[in-house]
Each structure stands twice: as structure tokens, then as C-alpha cells.
């Protein structure tokens, strides 16, 4: 099963270099060496086994970006799964990059009607004002000149785990039934009284499905929480402190961080590179720390699952053997996903 997916942006926006850190496994220390693309780029990336990813990296000079939007118009915007444009944060041709992103959106609207779009504004350790404030003006612009078209707007980086919350979205929409497979993490986080369970794509290390799947707000909203997070339905009532009503209910007692997901891909995908280096090959890992105990194993031939569990009396080797026991069925329930 094939998904055709659109990277677009203008010239030098980096959308190569996040294609090759994601995909590649190049640490972010060599994007500097790779060079502008031309044309049009295509790559199979070959994903959970049977799910091959189309990914068409399009050249953002002027004269490409014209192609695509006469000549090849039909060509490059027919039959995509996904549109990804890309936007670099302290551009100064913000002007000319919408013109274009409007272009596309349209031509993409016209062969392609149901595909999904995100809009990464990139690069931004260089943004020069605070980062929050600079991504929610950046969003702002972004979906008002989309019109009514539905979009996703993220804020990445390739120097943090940025680039991987975008992607692991990214890559949830493409395959069918990943909520089944929530649900069946769900299951296996239960059998070992873990805290939490992860299912990560064997290469890119990129997240497939959790046991317990974030809201995960857009950016517009998350923005408006925070500037009225003491407004209406969130109003305390006369005389109650929100240390009590916090003390009612916590969701979350052991105080994850909220971008553990995807810094843990980042530092898998480092530790692997360094073990390329000197020729030696991850295949799993533990950690028995005062805190937590986690276990990071393969699960099916495409994927490696996390365990993490904050019972001292839980060992690893009983989690361990709850992965071997769950392989079967999560083999079945990927070969399910792929094929409906």
C-alpha cells in the first residue's frame, strides 16, 4: 500500500535535511554537507513492512515552483495522502512563500480534495523573539491565508525533539486503524501494570501509537488556553484554590514530561547512530532507575515497543516476557491495519 506525500517550501526552507534526519538516520551535525534539490526528488520509504511512503521532496526555487503549478500541476498534486509545507521562520519573503503555499493549496484542493496538510515553521532555534509567542503569530498568519481549508500548523527544529512530534502526527493519519492498536497498548500496559506503553516504527523511530493517547490540541487553541485558562468553564469557584481541585484528581501523578515521546525518539535514533559508528547494531535496552524501569524491545519485525512501569517489584524480565507473548497478535493486528 502506497501513500504519496507532498514536502514543499521554498528554496533553502530545510525541508531535505528534515527529510534526511527523519528517513536517513543522518544526525542533524550533517545537513549542513546536502544540497539544494532539484526538481522534484522521489523516495520509497518503505514503512511498517507493507506501508510505503511516496515521499516527493519539491524543489522550492521559483522556476521549479512555477512547473508545478502549470505544466505538472496535475502530475505533482494528484493522488496525495498528505501535503507538508514547509516555512521558514524569519523568512523575508514571507509574502512570495504564501502566494505560493495558497497556489498549491489550491491545485491540491482541486486533485487531491481529501488530502490532510501541515505547515511546519521551521528552523525555529532561529526565531528571534520568544519561540511561543513567535510560533502562535506564525500560526495566526498561517491559517488565516488557508482560508477554509482544515491545516495543522507545528513548530520545528531539527536540533530538538520538535521535528519528531511533527512527523510522528504526521505519519499517525497514514496508517488506518493505529487506534486499534492503541487500544491493544493499552491492553499489554494493563498485563504489566505499566505506566505507560509506546510503539515506535522500527527506523525512523517515529510513534506510531501510545497506551494512553494525548488530546494533543492545535496550536490555535493551545494558545488560547493559555492566555484564558482562568476563564469561563476553567473558573474557579469563590473560596476554592486550584491546588484543591488539583488535589481531587491528578491525570498525570508521576509528572511526565509532555515530549517524551518524541525526545525519546531523538536520543534512540542518536544511540543507534553511535553504534553505527563503531559497528555494532541496537538491538534493545533496560534501565532500572530509582524512579521508573523501562524496557525499549523489538515487538513485531517493523517495530519496537517501550515498557514503562514505576512498581519497584516489577521486574524486567517479567516485561520482557510480556513482549515475546504479545508479538503474535500484534502482528496480526499490523498486517490488519495495513491491509483495510
Same mark, same amino acid.
Given at each position: 500500500m502506497? /501513500?504519496?506525500?507532498?514536502?514543499?517550501?521554498?528554496?533553502g526552507?530545510?525541508?531535505?535535511?528534515m527529510?534526511?534526519?527523519?528517513?536517513s538516520? *543522518?544526525?542533524?551535525s550533517? !545537513?549542513?554537507?546536502l544540497?539544494?534539490t532539484i526538481?522534484?526528488?522521489?523516495?520509497?520509504?518503505?514503512f511498517l513492512g507493507?506501508?510505503?511512503?511516496n %515521499?516527493?521532496?519539491?524543489g522550492?526555487?521559483?522556476?521549479?515552483?512555477?512547473?508545478?503549478?502549470?505544466?505538472?500541476?496535475? +502530475?505533482?498534486?494528484?493522488?496525495?495522502?498528505v501535503?507538508i509545507? #514547509?516555512?521558514?521562520?524569519?523568512t523575508?519573503?514571507?509574502?512570495k512563500?504564501l502566494?505560493?503555499?495558497?497556489a498549491?493549496l489550491?491545485?491540491?484542493k482541486?486533485?487531491?480534495?481529501?488530502?490532510a496538510?501541515?505547515l511546519l #515553521?521551521?528552523?525555529?532555534? $532561529?526565531?528571534?523573539? &520568544?519561540r511561543a509567542?513567535?510560533?502562535a503569530?506564525?500560526? /495566526?498568519?498561517l491559517?488565516?491565508a488557508?482560508?477554509?481549508a482544515?491545516? !495543522? #500548523?507545528?513548530?520545528?527544529s531539527?536540533?530538538d525533539e520538535?521535528l519528531? *512530534?511533527?512527523?510522528?502526527?504526521?505519519?499517525h493519519?497514514?496508517?488506518?486503524n493505529?487506534?486499534?492498536l492503541?487500544?491493544h497498548l493499552a491492553?499489554l500496559a494493563?498485563?504489566?501494570?505499566?505506566?505507560?506503553v509506546?510503539l515506535?516504527e522500527?527506523?525512523?523511530f517515529?510513534?506510531?501509537a501510545t497506551?494512553?493517547?494525548p488530546a494533543? &490540541?492545535s496550536?490555535?487553541?493551545?494558545?488560547?488556553?493559555?492566555?484564558s485558562?482562568a476563564?469561563?468553564?476553567g473558573? $474557579?469557584?469563590?473560596? +476554592?484554590? $486550584?491546588?484543591?481541585?488539583?488535589?481531587?484528581y491528578d491525570?498525570?501523578?508521576? /509528572?511526565?514530561?509532555? +515530549?517524551?515521546?518524541e525526545?525519546?525518539s531523538?536520543?534512540? /535514533?542518536a544511540?543507534?547512530?553511535?553504534?553505527a559508528?563503531?559497528r555494532?547494531e541496537?538491538?534493545?535496552?533496560?534501565?532500572?532507575l530509582?524512579?521508573f524501569?523501562?524496557v %525499549?524491545?523489538?515487538?513485531t519485525?517493523?517495530t519496537?515497543?517501550?515498557i #514503562?512501569v514505576?512498581d &519497584?517489584?516489577?521486574e524486567t524480565a517479567?516485561?520482557r516476557m510480556?513482549?515475546r507473548l504479545?508479538r503474535p497478535?500484534?502482528?496480526?493486528l499490523q498486517?490488519?491495519? $495495513?491491509?483495510?
Amino acid at each position: 500500500m502506497k /501513500k504519496k506525500v507532498l514536502l514543499m517550501g521554498a528554496s533553502g526552507s530545510g525541508k531535505t535535511s528534515m527529510r534526511s534526519l527523519i528517513f536517513s538516520n *543522518n544526525p542533524a551535525s550533517l !545537513t549542513s554537507r546536502l544540497g539544494a534539490t532539484i526538481d522534484v526528488e522521489q523516495n520509497h520509504v518503505r514503512f511498517l513492512g507493507d506501508l510505503i511512503l511516496n %515521499l516527493w521532496d519539491c524543489g522550492g526555487q521559483d522556476a521549479f515552483m512555477d512547473s508545478y503549478l502549470s505544466i505538472q500541476q496535475s +502530475t505533482i498534486f494528484q493522488h496525495v495522502g498528505v501535503m507538508i509545507y #514547509v516555512f521558514e521562520v524569519e523568512t523575508r519573503n514571507m509574502e512570495k512563500d504564501l502566494e505560493y503555499y495558497k497556489a498549491c493549496l489550491a491545485a491540491l484542493k482541486r486533485y487531491s480534495p481529501n488530502a490532510a496538510v501541515f505547515l511546519l #515553521v521551521h528552523k525555529m532555534d $532561529l526565531a528571534r523573539g &520568544p519561540r511561543a509567542e513567535t510560533l502562535a503569530r506564525k500560526a /495566526k498568519e498561517l491559517k488565516d491565508a488557508s482560508g477554509d481549508a482544515e491545516v !495543522t #500548523v507545528f513548530g520545528t527544529s531539527i536540533y530538538d525533539e520538535s521535528l519528531y *512530534n511533527a512527523w510522528s502526527r504526521i505519519v499517525h493519519i497514514l496508517i488506518p486503524n493505529a487506534s486499534v492498536l492503541s487500544r491493544h497498548l493499552a491492553k499489554l500496559a494493563a498485563a504489566c501494570s505499566a505506566t505507560e506503553v509506546v510503539l515506535f516504527e522500527r527506523t525512523t523511530f517515529l510513534v506510531i501509537a501510545t497506551s494512553t493517547p494525548p488530546a494533543a &490540541p492545535s496550536i490555535a487553541s493551545t494558545a488560547a488556553s493559555t492566555s484564558s485558562s482562568a476563564k469561563t468553564n476553567g473558573q $474557579l469557584s469563590a473560596g +476554592t484554590s $486550584l491546588e484543591d481541585h488539583e488535589s481531587e484528581y491528578d491525570p498525570d501523578p508521576h /509528572k511526565m514530561a509532555p +515530549t517524551r515521546y518524541e525526545r525519546t525518539s531523538e536520543l534512540i /535514533k542518536a544511540f543507534k547512530y553511535s553504534c553505527a559508528r563503531v559497528r555494532e547494531e541496537f538491538h534493545a535496552l533496560e534501565m532500572e532507575l530509582p524512579e521508573f524501569t523501562a524496557v %525499549l524491545d523489538e515487538l513485531t519485525r517493523n517495530t519496537y515497543v517501550l515498557i #514503562v512501569v514505576h512498581d &519497584p517489584t516489577i521486574e524486567t524480565a517479567a516485561l520482557r516476557m510480556n513482549i515475546r507473548l504479545a508479538r503474535p497478535k500484534f502482528e496480526e493486528l499490523q498486517g490488519d491495519s $495495513l491491509l483495510s
